[in-house]
């Protein structure tokens, strides 16, 4: 769920949008993951401080798995209030004779029907609403009850599950669930351990108004003077992915292609911004093409996506499975909540801990839409992201604390760090294999329309790409901070490049992060990108540049979340053809041979006593780079030795004395 404050560049952005009504109109359109990140924070906050319950903030019993919700709802966007007939069908998974469900203290229950007859039922602290069967329920044992309950929400100061609202002098309604909202205005199970296998939802309504929800809309009828709406939903779903709107939509259908099948594109809209929501639809359509083709066909494809405005023109949206609840008509956002149909509603973040499974993804949906239908902003993008990372020196994506609001849906960690680690991860594994990795995992059985933590993905892309990510997962996912690069080079006559790789980090839970690092040269004729290994600080490579460049930069393309990549030349020390060093002289321990600008493919080095006995012989296969050769001489008796070095070149003769 994304915020409802609105940023001026963003508002600019959309105005320029719906003025000119083209795909092309964001300058400044990526300036908003603050935005996608503050109603999180809100929603967390709110339900925390009032209730304080454990990390998945719920009371609900594990002696039984939910199956399927039938929910029955009478809302008038005219009154805050909420009557329904919530049927839960289950299985107990432990023999008892009672069961409980969330929900809010607040909501009054009439009656619990359980086969044909009311049965008893106690209000619990915390929320719970415990229901006593007349008999004992063994284990496998498959059920039903039905709850009647009516009442106004709780909505809090900056926490609101059920939103009464306007647009235009118009009143609505429309809920905004996560994490834990849903139980303020519905019998459930509010945590993230049990999905239901599918459900059934019917809106009545005042005739002006149109109920719109999850899955298929089946049937509209009209009863005197109401109107009632029926969606069914064949597909496991969290309980927060399930959402209700009532407003006076205008709905518009069109369809939307996701491989090789094409299914319903519906778009709830006021009547005001019914022409403005076309923009929304058309980037959806961009986004599921490419989506579709990286990460396997739309998740629900037997179904529809629709796209369903709320608030009152503001920032902010949430990933309702099928129906995205959306703010505006920015494409970032829909790009954003339609990749969490694959990433956060097919599998979905098993704790809050690894919410950044959910939102890092969400938050690289927007780069892949900026790679490919806003490339003007790629770069931009990235360091953008880059600066807001950077702009404090801790932090990680793994959640340590749950109980902090601020943290969980942290803008700058959960999101942008969140998102910037997936990129990393392409860039380690390369296209083909991170996007085939990530289809296996969202494919993988044991985690498809169920619930994922950090370890599946790391275990599913390991097995696809057969490389050890312990080091990449342990140090950018549950390390703090980030890297800084200030780096040196220099370049013979024969066009080898020295370049010595410089690391620190902001943070002193990571002393390195190795990483591979690209690194390019270029003059004004020609450039050239090679990627190097980096394992170890300071150390050095040598690379075959093939022309003289004037210019290096590392991680030009920005696979790194680096602060700084600080880079100095320096000057070549010789530009004479296969020059020969040898030092220190007198020797102690180890003398050093230093040939500058080889020519030739190969030299040999001997090392003879004043009476001309040999004590080291060693061929040097060269390539153009400068090369070092170390001979040991701690093991000489001390006195005069007569060095050679010779090959298709004149030979050195030079008096060594070895101390």
């Known amino acids: 769920m994304k915020e409802t404050k609105t940023y001026i560049c963003l508002l600019i952005y959309l105005c320029l949008a719906i003025a000119t009504n083209t795909v092309n109109a964001q300058s400044a359109a990526f300036y908003s993951t603050e935005q996608l990140a503050a109603s999180e924070q809100k929603n ?14 719920t009371v609900a019993s594990v002696n039984f798995d939910i199956n399927f919700y039938r929910c029955e709802w009478t809302i008038d966007p005219n009154i805050l209030f909420i009557k329904g007939r919530v049927t839960a069908c289950f299985t107990v998974t432990a023999a008892t004779d009672n069961i409980v469900f969330d929900l809010s203290d607040t909501l009054t229950v009439d009656s619990v029907i359980f086969r044909g007859a009311k049965i008893g039922f106690s209000i619990m602290a915390n929320d719970g609403l415990q229901l006593i069967f007349p ?33 235009n002098g118009d009143p609505m309604i429309y809920t905004l669930s996560e994490p834990f909202g849903a139980k303020e205005w519905w019998p459930c199970k509010n945590g993230l351990n049990d999905k239901a296998d599918s459900i059934d939802i019917t809106i009545t309504s005042p005739l002006t108004y149109k109920g719109v929800s999850n899955g298929l809309l089946t049937k509209e009828a009209t009863v005197g003077v109401n109107r009632i709406t029926y969606f069914q939903h064949r597909y496991p779903i969290a309980t927060y992915l399930v959402g209700i709107a009532v407003a006076n939509y205008v709905t518009s259908i069109d369809s939307i292609q996701s491989g090789s099948k094409k299914i319903p594109l519906i ?40 796209q369903t405005q709320i608030g009152s023109g503001g920032g902010g949206g949430i990933e309702h499975q099928t129906n995205s609840f959306i703010g505006n008509t920015w494409n970032q956002l829909v790009a954003h909540e339609l990749g969490h149909q694959w990433f956060g509603n097919q599998v979905t ?10 939102e890092g993804f969400g938050n690289y949906m927007q780069f892949i839409y900026v790679q490919h239908f806003d490339t003007a902003l790629i770069v931009p993008h990235l360091k953008y992201y880059l600066n807001l990372i950077t702009s404090k020196t801790g932090g990680s994506v793994f959640v340590q ?42 494919n993988d059985p044991s985690l498809k329309n169920k619930f994922a933590v950090t370890a599946d993905l790391k275990r599913n892309l390991e097995a696809v790409s057969g490389k050890n ?10 390390g703090e901070g980030y890297a800084n690069y200030n780096c040196t080079w220099t370049q013979n006559r024969n066009n ?22 690209q690194l390019q040269f270029r003059n004004s004729n020609r450039d050239t990108t090679i990627t190097v290994n980096d394992t170890r600080n300071e150390e050095i490579f040598w690379i075959n540049v093939g022309f003289q460049a004037d210019t290096m930069l590392v991680d030009p393309r920005y696979w790194i979340l680096a602060k700084d990549r600080l880079v100095k030349k320096i000057p070549a020390s010789s530009n004479q053809e296969n020059e020969i060093r040898i030092y ?20 040999n080095i001997q090392l003879y006593t004043i009476i001309g006995q040999r004590v080291y012989n060693a061929p040097k296969i060269l390539t153009g780079r400068d090369e070092a050769l170390i001979i040991p001489t701690s093991h000489l008796a001390k006195g005069i030795y007569v060095l050679t070095v010779a090959g298709n070149i004149r030979t050195i003769t030079k008096r060594i004395v070895v101390k």
């Open 44 to 57: 967390f906050s709110g339900n925390r401080s009032d209730k304080g319950h454990s990390d998945t903030r």
């Open 135 to 167: 008999v004992i329920l063994p284990t496998a044992q498959k059920d039903s009850v039905s709850i009647y309950y009516n009442g106004v929400p709780r909505n809090y100061t900056s926490f609101r599950p059920f939103v009464k609202s306007a647009h």
């Open 267 to 306: 778009t709830n809209a006021y009547p005001e911004n019914e022409n403005d929501f076309k923009y929304a639809a058309y980037s959806a359509k961009q986004s599921m093409t490419k989506f579709s083709e990286l990460f396997g066909e739309y998740p629900f494809i037997k179904e529809q996506y629709s």
């Open 349 to 358: 973040c098993g704790s809050w801990q690894h919410i950044w499974l959910n």
């Open 401 to 442: 604390d749950t109980a902090d609001a601020a943290r969980i849906f942290d803008s700058r960690l959960t999101y942008a760090k969140g998102g910037y680690a997936v990129h990393m991860l392409r860039g380690v594994l390369g296209d083909s294999l991170f996007f085939k990795g990530l289809r296996q995992y969202l």
């Open 469 to 478: 990510l312990q080091s990449f997962f342990q140090k950018w996912i549950y």
């Open 496 to 517: 080898w490049a020295k370049v010595q790789i410089n690391q620190t980090t902001s943070h002193p839970s990571v002393s390195f992060y190795d990483m591979p690092v």
């Open 584 to 603: 220190p002289n007198p020797a102690t321990d180890h003398l050093t041979v230093l040939i500058l600008n080889p020519s030739v493919p190969q030299i």
